[in-house]
């Protein structure tokens, strides 16, 4: 496979940049690490993953935009996955600036990323739960581990909650709180321009990944599926997400997301109808990007988290019922 060339670096509006920083062997390719310009020095929604490459690539684009990697007041974290917050601790050691993140995301740190072992167990119980063939408990229980040298461990200086406006001197930004796609994933709103940083909340062509996992809420989608309407609600120019590329239309793009999962819930309900029963049999039954039997290892876990956070707000809806046990035995309730 040819790898196909990052896109520029550019300027998105006067004093706002994009740089593409690339993700290795990921589909995605890059992430999209957004610069504001102030008075003081540069500061960035999401940082990239952590490798020299990316690290490389950051700082040449920030020259590139004019600016310097040692200036870097202050790093906005959308989220905690390692495309995101991967090298935030790197910035932050090699400018002195802080590192911000929301304490829901900031909170799951230490155990995803320092002393994973009591998460490990956590994710055999789970996919036990969910109905894992014995075969491939083991290699789905550890198939997250290949990420963590991806990541320096670093907490966050600041916290931001729903609404704080983060100090990023003569933007007029606002941090909104979207759970969902993570506990505590923050899309950001600048006023004055009205621009949409929208991490992985909402991007132009994929639909995030929101499953049920150890680390997740109970219920993820419920979460998520409030969390674009919230976002829908903001009158917004342009959509700048974490991937792919920019984009006009968000409340057009929070529609078809919400259409796109009330389809899948139709997928589940029909599979449970089939036959299904386990989180893992309805997975098998669902649609997906490729033949279930081409999807392996945690994208194999990411797909019956999936299944699983459909499955939560059906069950919410008083549509399905569980019968519990190991594994979890699922039902359609049926209408009296
Ligand atoms: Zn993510
Ligand atoms: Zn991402």
Known sequence: MVEQPLPPVERVRPGLWSIPVPIPNNPLRYVL????????????????????????????????AGFDIANVQGVLVTHIHPDHYGLAGRIRESSGAWVALHPADAALVHDRYEE??????????????VGAPEAELESLQRSAMPVLPFVVTTHPDVLLEDGDKPEVPGWDLVAIWTPGHTAG???????????????????????PNISVHP?????????????????????????????????????????ELRAHHEQRFVEVTDAIADGAVTAWDIASQMQWSRPWERINGF??????????????????????????????????????
């Not at 994933?185 to 639909?207: A, K, Q, W």
């Open 33 to 64: 690490v957004y610069a504001f310009e102030t008075d003081k020095g540069p500061y960035l929604v999401d940082a990239g993953w952590n490798t020299d490459d990316a690290f490389g690539v950051l700082c040449q684009g920030l020259t590139h």
């Open 215 to 255: 680390q997740a809420p109970s219920n993820p989608l419920a979460d998520y599926l409030a969390s674009l309407e919230k976002v829908g609600e903001y009158e917004t120019e342009e959509v700048l997400p974490a991937h792919e590329h920019r984009f006009v239309g968000l409340s057009a793009r929070v529609a």
């Open 185 to 207: 994933h923050l899309c950001f709103y600048e006023r004055n321009m009205r621009l949409m940083l929208s991490g992985d909340h909402v991007l132009p062509r994929i639909t």
């Open 299 to 336: 994208m194999r876990r990411a797909a019956v988290g999936e299944a699983l956070a459909h499955v939560r707000v059906l069950e919410e809806r008083g549509l399905v019922q569980a019968v519990e046990g190991e594994p979890v035995r699922w039902e359609l309730v049926k209408k009296s």
């Open 116 to 129: 994973p072992d009591d998460l490990l167990d956590r994710v055999a119980t789970m996919l036990r739960r």
